[in-house]
């Protein structure tokens, strides 16, 4: 089992849609998540940090931690085809220990 | 503020030649990271400085990666004796690492082909 585990995608939603990305990580001592946004070429942007189970709204975004059931995810409200980019899920163990999906594909069609 | 730079941000080198990638962090950052991300992949961890402490090169693929940091700022990786597999954009990422916050904040990259 990968230690951070996310949909390759491509997932596609309408402009103005909510998308939801999803990530399962294996380690039960994880203390620190994140999601960073990829556009093609360029490098990893952070976008959400959480680290409190519930909910983490910023903007457009909210980010969901249950540590319980090893789960964080991303919601997007109302896309944009500025949004097309590939979502990167890390979780941190310790000030080492980042560990990173393998991304979700996001397009977001006009 | 200034975010992190690397340098170059493209280089092209023939197989067996060395080749230097630079990472300058953000002011005030005490841990730097060093990535690969070949295309169409994740990252790939490849070693961490905290201050002054000893980096932890556990995730160097091999003897030919080599990276140190000067006086706890700019970073340089040195990869030996390249070879085509090494072919991939250099990611660096630095993070304050205080109040255990640990958010990475990563530079543009350096993308390396190896001819």
């Known amino acids: 089992q990968k230690e951070v585990e996310q949909n390759s995608g491509p997932l596609s939603v309408p402009e103005g849609a909510i998308a939801s990305l999803n990530c399962t990580y294996s380690d039960r001592v994880s203390q620190s998540f994140f999601w960073y946004r990829q556009y093609s070429g360029k490098s990893p942007e952070l976008i959400m940090s959480i680290y409190s189970n519930g909910d983490k709204e910023d903007g457009r975004f909210t980010a969901q931690l249950n540590k319980a059931s090893q789960y964080v995810s991303l919601l997007i409200r109302d896309s944009q085809p500025s949004d097309s980019a590939t979502y990167l899920c890390?979780?941190?163990?310790?000030?080492?220990?980042?560990?990173f999906g393998a991304g979700t594909r996001l397009t977001v069609k006009p | 503020g200034a975010g992190v730079s690397q340098s170059p941000s493209n280089k092209v080198t023939e197989k067996g030649k060395d080749v230097e990638l630079r990472c300058d962090p953000i002011?005030?950052?005490?841990?730097l990271y060093w990535y690969r991300q070949s295309l169409g992949q994740g990252l790939e961890f490849l070693i961490y400085f905290q201050g002054n402490s000893a980096p932890d090169k556990s995730g160097l693929p091999s003897d030919r990666f080599s990276a140190e940091r000067t006086g706890g700022s700019v970073s340089t990786l040195t990869i030996q004796r390249t070879q085509q597999e090494d072919s991939a954009v250099y990611l660096c990422?630095?993070?304050?690492?205080?109040?255990?916050?640990?958010?990475?904040?990563f530079g543009p990259g350096t993308r390396l082909t190896v001819l």
């Open positions: 890390a979780v941190n163990i310790a000030a080492v220990d980042m560990r």
């Open positions: 002011s005030g950052h005490t841990a």
């Open positions: 990422a630095s993070s304050f690492n205080g109040r255990a916050l640990y958010e990475q904040f």
